[in-house]
Structures are given as C-alpha cells and as structure tokens.
C-alpha cells in the first residue's frame, strides 16, 4: 500500500487530510508543496499536470491508481476505502447528511474566501495592503464562526455532534488553527473553541499540526 500526500503544511485542507490520514491510523507519504517558494510550487508544470487546479492537497493511492482533489472527497474516500482507524462519517443517514452540511459550512463557506489566491488578487486587482487582507480573511472567518457557533449549541458535545468524532471535526479544527492567526478573538466562540481543545488532545490531531510538518515552520 503506497499512499502520498502533496500539501503544505500551513494549508488548511492539506491538514484536514492529515487528520484524516492519522485518524484512520494510515502511513503514507508526505510531499512538500511550498506555496510561496518559488513564485508557488502548485504552479509548476510537475505539480500542475498532478492536479490542474493547482491548489492542495493531491492525494494518490498507488494500488487503486486514483489521483485526488478535494480535502473533503479525500476524506470521504479514506473512509470508504479503509475499515481501520476511526469512522468518520457516522453509518446513520441523516447524521451522515448533518456532518456533511456542517464540513461545507467551513470548507465551502468560509476557507475559499481566506485562500492564498484570493488574498493575492485583492493585492493585484484592488491594491489591498496586508492589514485590509488580513481584515478580509478575518471578517469571513467570523461570519462563518457566528453561525457554526450557533448550530453546535445544539449538537455538540465533546466533539461537533454527540454521537462521535467526524469528518466535522476533522475539518474545523484547521479552520480554527487558522482563525487565530488571523487574530479571530475564539473567546466570542465558546463551543468551537471547545470542541477544538478536546480534538486537540488527540494524537491525531497532535501529529497533524501544521509545525509538526517536515516543511513546518518550527
Ligand atoms: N476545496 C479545496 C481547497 C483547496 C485549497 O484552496 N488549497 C489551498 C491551501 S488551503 C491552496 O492550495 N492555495 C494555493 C493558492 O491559493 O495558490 C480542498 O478542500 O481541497
């Protein structure tokens, strides 16, 4: 079995992967993609011909020949694909539907808009300096954050939903790695800095942060 994880360790997808790697007790290869190095490594015609959205991560597993995009497809994969480890999606239906609705909240809603790219053409098209940049990553964070905060009043326990770990929190706690360095007071966020603490405990989680990375800034 021969699994590879291009990424960056600051990349928020790229750690949700990595979560979901440890979670489901996987060895697997890690390959550096800098995104700043080189004018970004993501556009170089190797990387690119991997994945033309030249975004990360990209994910393959050698014995199926599959080369993936798409943390959240990634993670969903993984748990199709192997037994072992944590389950990450729960077996009930609408559950099933619940943690997906509550990965999108983060992973279409909030990080798209924080991205890299974006952050760059603010510059480019708009002349926004890096205050205005980091005001306008920070602003959709806590947009998203206000309303996940609401939504785990009712859901959370330990973890984003009662029953179990999952893809939720698999997804969250990147988001909120990346909310404090933005400077996201997590103090207005009592449930997802809860869940978050309790996520962080875990060794997954632990050997998944982004300084614990062999590209990670230490
Ligand atoms: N929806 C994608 C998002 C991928 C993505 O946006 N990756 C970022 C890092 S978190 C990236 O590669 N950014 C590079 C860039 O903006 O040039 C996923 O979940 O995998």
């Known amino acids: 079995m021969s699994l590879y994880l291009h990424g960056y360790w600051r990349s928020t997808a790229t750690y949700r992967v990595r979560i979901a790697l440890n979670l489901k007790q996987l060895d697997y290869t890690y390959v550096p993609v800098h995104l700043v190095k080189d004018g970004g490594q993501q556009y170089s015609s190797e990387y690119a011909a991997l994945n033309p959205a030249q975004l990360v991560p990209t994910f393959v597993d050698d014995d199926e020949d599959i080369f993936l995009n798409q943390s959240m497809a990634i993670i969903e994969y993984l748990d199709e694909r192997y037994d072992k480890g944590a389950s990450l999606l729960p077996s009930d239906r609408l559950d099933r539907?619940?943690?997906?609705?509550?990965?999108?909240?983060?992973?279409?809603?909030?990080?798209?808009?924080?991205?890299?790219?974006?952050?760059?053409?603010?510059?480019?098209?708009?002349?926004?300096?890096?205050?205005?940049?980091?005001?306008?990553?920070?602003?959709?964070?806590?947009?998203?954050?206000?309303?996940?905060?609401?939504?785990?009043?009712?859901?959370?326990?330990?973890?984003?939903?009662?029953?179990d770990l999952s893809m939720a929190d698999v997804i969250l706690v990147p988001q909120v790695y990346n909310a404090v360095r933005f400077g996201v007071d997590m103090h207005k966020y009592p449930n997802i800095q809860h869940v978050a603490k309790n996520c962080n405990k875990l060794t997954a989680f632990i050997d998944a942060l982004p300084e614990n990375q062999i590209d990670g800034a230490k």
Do not use: M
């Not at 005001?135 to 009712?154: Q, S, V």
């Open 97 to 163: 539907a619940r943690v997906r609705a509550l990965s999108q909240d983060i992973a279409c809603d909030i990080q798209p808009l924080g991205n890299l790219r974006v952050l760059n053409h603010l510059d480019a098209q708009f002349g926004a300096d890096q205050a205005a940049r980091s005001d306008w990553a920070k602003h959709w964070i806590e947009k998203g954050f206000d309303g996940i905060e609401k939504r785990l009043n009712n859901t959370a326990t330990d973890y984003c939903f009662g029953f």
